[in-house]
Structures are given as C-alpha cells and as structure tokens.
C-alpha cells in the first residue's frame, strides 16, 4: 500500500471509519444505506481495516458509485486520449526514437 493512502486511510481505522473517509474524500453519497453496509461488510467483521483485499474491493464500490462515474470517468477518458501516442498535444513529448518502419526492417 502506497504510505500515501496509509496517511490518510489508517489501517487501524475500523472498516465503517475507512469507508466513510472513502466516501467523504470521493465527495460522493452512498446510493442507499445497504450500499454503505454492504460496502462495509467487505470486511466480514474485522475490528480494524487492515485487510487489503478489503480495501481495494471497498475502494472499487465506491469508485463504482454512479455520481463518482458521472463526475469522473469523462475526464479519465479524456486524460487518456491525450496520452495517446500521436495525440498531438503540446504537453506529452516522445522520448524514445520509434523505429523506421518504412525501410522494411521491421516486416
């Protein structure tokens, strides 16, 4: 776990601590109650949420909570057209010569 997300999510949170923190940080609701329960009950009754399978599927639902999407997926996508190779975006630059596929080398 990156020493980042331990800052700021605990694993000696309990799980309902850590998956209020998700939501709150993700700006986002739970759908319903049993969506928030479920999501806590990814810990299956663990005292703390320090299992990282937990975590992460705790982590996907809330990233899979319709408002989150509709706010973020269109600029996740648009992030990742720009790092398209060929983009021809004045920020993204390539570093590494790419092979001259016209000399038939490469065929």
Same mark, same amino acid.
């Given at each position: 776990m990156?020493?980042?997300f331990v800052g700021l999510y605990p694993t000696t949170d309990t799980p309902t601590q850590?998956?209020?923190k998700?939501?709150?940080h993700a700006n986002v609701a739970p759908v319903t109650v049993q969506d928030r329960l479920d999501? &806590?009950?990814e810990f299956g009754g663990a005292p703390t949420a320090a299992d990282e399978g937990a975590r !992460?599927?705790?982590l996907l639902r809330v990233t899979q909570n319709p408002?989150?999407?509709t706010r973020e997926l269109p600029w996740l996508r648009a992030?990742? &057209?720009l790092r398209l190779p060929g983009a021809g975006t004045p920020t993204v630059r390539r570093?590494? !010569?790419l092979p001259d596929t016209t000399s038939g080398w490469a065929s």
């Open positions: 990156r020493p980042e850590y998956v209020d998700l939501y709150l999501t &806590i009950s !992460a599927r705790a408002a989150f999407q992030d990742a &057209i570093t590494i !010569a």
